[in-house]
T-cell receptor, first 114, second 116 residues
């Protein structure tokens, strides 16, 4: 079965420190992977995606993610966290090539401490 | 572009009443998705359309839920009769296809539904 997992419900990071939000996936075929962010009382916003090409993908607001095929992971990273990065982050995976649905993880709440 | 527009933003109703949620996708997008978000179940895909045609409604929880897309610029999600367990935030999202690829989904601000 196709799935995506975010093993951490919450991640706390001090402002200025690097942050990592973890995501692992399980799909048949080549994965199409996404990260979205949700701020309070807002809809989800696209951050970045991996379809093919370089394993390191750069996205909005200084975020990047590294696709690791051997570990079936797509962790979200940022070198220096800002308080404004505090939000709910969702990893998502395309179910199959040719299928239009994407499956979202349960989300990880990121707290950046001043 | 104004982005995906949803109305109402908030809805409070009593159990047994009919609820209709509305969505206007981004112009030119040919995919439309309805999601439900709760603390317990996270983000769930309810149904999605391609070129106004429902493609997959396997996420619709019960026959009380129905969705339509009469044209490319409008969709509705209806709950009849509503129940307290339907209380959630309902999101609409749209995207456009590029060849065989489906591009990024753009989400609306959501409708916060409370059924008393």
């Amino acid at each position: 079965a196709q799935s995506v997992a975010q093993p951490e419900d919450q991640v706390n990071v001090a402002e200025g420190n690097p942050l990592t939000v973890k995501c692992t996936y399980s799909v048949s075929g080549n994965p199409y992977l996404f990260w979205y962010v949700q701020y309070p009382n807002r809809g989800l916003q696209f951050l970045l995606k991996y379809i093919t090409g370089d394993n390191l993908v750069k996205g909005s607001y200084g975020f990047e993610a590294e696709f690791n095929k051997s570990q079936t992971s797509f962790h979200l990273k940022k070198p220096s966290a800002l308080v404004s990065d505090s939000a709910l982050y969702f990893c998502a995976v395309r179910v199959l090539p040719g299928d239009d649905k994407i499956i979202f993880g349960k989300g990880t709440r990121l707290h950046i401490l001043p | 572009d104004a982005g995906v527009i949803q109305s109402p933003r908030h809805e409070v109703t009593e159990m047994g009443q009919e609820v209709t949620l509305r969505c206007k996708p981004i112009s030119g997008h040919d995919y439309l998705f309805w999601y439900r978000q709760t603390m317990m179940r996270g983000l769930e895909l309810l149904i999605y359309f391609n070129n106004n045609v429902p493609i997959d409604d396997s996420g619709m929880p019960e026959d009380r839920f129905s969705a339509k897309m009469p044209n490319a610029s409008f969709s509705t999600l209806k709950i009849q009769p509503s129940e307290p367990r339907d209380s959630a935030v309902y999101f609409c999202a749209s995207s456009f296809s590029l060849g065989l690829e489906i591009e990024t989904q753009y989400f609306g601000p959501g409708t916060r539904l409370l059924v008393l």
